[in-house]
Each structure stands twice: as structure tokens, then as C-alpha cells.
């Protein structure tokens, strides 16, 4: 690493990311749970900035998944909180709508991404109800993401679609989100290009 990229490095704001796996077999132990180590794996390839994590494993529980983003958010003034798993008709799933229940304002678009781009890998893509949506508390904001359970969906819905030369197809919705993140105050997260590279409009790009 050069030395000014290492300067670079350190100027960056450091970002705080909950990450929530919500299952009821990997969370009893019948399976090891591979959906916190993905998320976490794929955000450290991705993201520039420092980034403390909180990392949560639960059951399909309504009440444990609100109160877990209350947490996360609250407490722990996350920035953005990514939940894996429980977005199905399933009677036991009900990640997207315990997501809704603490939220303050949907953003439809996450949603309606997801399901585009998971489609261009699996024909149930349209199964998950998955939301995206804010909590906004007094001077803090934070922005969740519902992520289908299946380990591999993580790098799918967040990276996109690429080809064999790993140029773009299809982005990912990670792409929109440090510009959301601005937006609603947070941090100010610069992307690693090869994985996914953030879109900004030109008058909110800083100078680096
Ligand atoms: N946290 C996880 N770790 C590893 N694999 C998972 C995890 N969550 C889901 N999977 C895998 O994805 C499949 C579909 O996920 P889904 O969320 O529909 O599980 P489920 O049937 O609701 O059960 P559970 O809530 O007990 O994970 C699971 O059968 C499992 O193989
Ligand atoms: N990218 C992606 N999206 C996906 C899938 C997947 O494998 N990859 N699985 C689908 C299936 S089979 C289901 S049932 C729903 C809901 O999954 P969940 O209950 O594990 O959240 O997500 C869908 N979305």
C-alpha cells in the first residue's frame, strides 16, 4: 500500500453496520450460521472506511427482530443495519414486516432492486418480500436492508451481476448506498470499485 493511500485510508470516517441473521435452525444451533461471516466478509472487501460491526444471531421472532433494530440503532447508532434471512411466505418469516414495524419511512426501491436483480439468478427471486426502509430517531438516522437467508444471495443482491471479466451487468444495490447514506447524515463511505462501485450524483462527490 502506498503512503498516500494509506493516508487516504485513515481519513475516512469510520462506519458502523449492525448485521442480524435471523434464523430459527442456525440460531438453535442445527446449522452454523453462515450469514453473519458473508456479510461481514463481503462488506470488509468492499468498503474503504473503517468499520466497527454489531453482529446479532436470532430466531424468527417479530418481537426479538424489532427490538434487535431498536438496538442496533438506538444504542448502538448504527448506520446501516443489514438483516439476512426470514424475508419468505413462510408462516415463520417476518423479517420485512418486523423491519416496517420500527421503521419511520419505506424506500420501495431497495425492494423492488432486489427482487430485479435476483431474478437474473433464481425464478423464486420474487418469494422475498424483502424492504428497505429508515428509522429516524432524534439526531440519528440509519438505513436497513432485508437480505434473502440463503448465504449466496448476500453477494448476489448487494454486487449485481457481472461477466466472466467481472465488468458490471446488472448493479447491485450497493451501489446506491453511501449516497443514501450522506443523505440521511451518516458517514461518508467510499467503495472499493472492483466490488461495487457507489454512484453519486457529480455536486455530492467529495475531493479526495
Ligand atoms: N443463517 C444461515 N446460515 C446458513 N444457511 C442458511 C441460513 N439461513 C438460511 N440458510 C440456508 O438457506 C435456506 C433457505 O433459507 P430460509 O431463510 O428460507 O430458511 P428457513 O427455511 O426459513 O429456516 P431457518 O429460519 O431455520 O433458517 C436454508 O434451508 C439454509 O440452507
Ligand atoms: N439473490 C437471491 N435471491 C433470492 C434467493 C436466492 O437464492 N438468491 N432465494 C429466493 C427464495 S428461494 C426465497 S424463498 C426468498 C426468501 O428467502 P428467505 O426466507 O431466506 O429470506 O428469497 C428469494 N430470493
Given at each position: ?23 430459527d ?57 443489514l ?73 448476489q ?30 458517514p ?21
Amino acid at each position: 500500500m502506498s503512503d498516500t493511500t494509506a493516508q487516504q485510508i485513515l481519513s475516512l470516517e469510520s462506519v458502523k453496520i449492525g448485521l442480524i441473521s435471523i434464523s430459527d435452525r442456525a440460531s438453535s444451533g442445527v446449522y452454523q450460521d453462515e450469514g453473519i461471516p458473508s456479510l461481514k466478509n463481503w462488506l470488509e472487501k468492499a468498503i474503504q472506511n473503517p468499520i466497527t460491526f454489531e453482529m446479532r444471531l436470532i430466531a424468527d421472532e417479530k418481537e426479538q427482530i424489532e427490538a434487535c433494530l431498536k438496538e442496533l440503532i438506538d444504542t448502538c447508532h448504527c448506520d446501516l443495519v443489514l438483516t439476512t434471512g426470514g424475508t419468505g411466505p413462510s408462516r415463520r418469516d417476518v423479517t420485512p414486516e418486523s423491519t416496517l414495524a420500527v421503521a419511520t419511512r419505506e424506500m420501495p426501491g431497495f425492494g423492488e432492486q432486489m427482487r430485479q436483480i435476483s431474478l437474473n439468478f433464481v425464478p423464486t427471486a420474487i418469494l422475498s418480500r424483502q424492504v428497505g426502509a429508515l428509522r429516524e430517531i432524534q439526531d440519528h438516522a440509519a438505513l436497513m436492508i432485508n437480505l434473502p437467508g440463503q448465504p449466496k444471495a448476500i453477494t448476489q443482491t448487494l454486487e449485481g451481476l457481472k461477466d466472466e471479466a467481472g465488468k458490471s451487468m446488472v448493479s447491485g444495490i450497493f451501489a446506491a448506498v453511501p449516497y443514501c447514506i450522506d443523505l440521511i447524515g451518516g458517514p461518508y463511505i467510499e467503495t472499493n470499485e472492483e466490488i461495487v462501485k457507489a454512484f453519486r450524483p457529480k455536486s455530492a462527490l467529495r475531493p479526495r
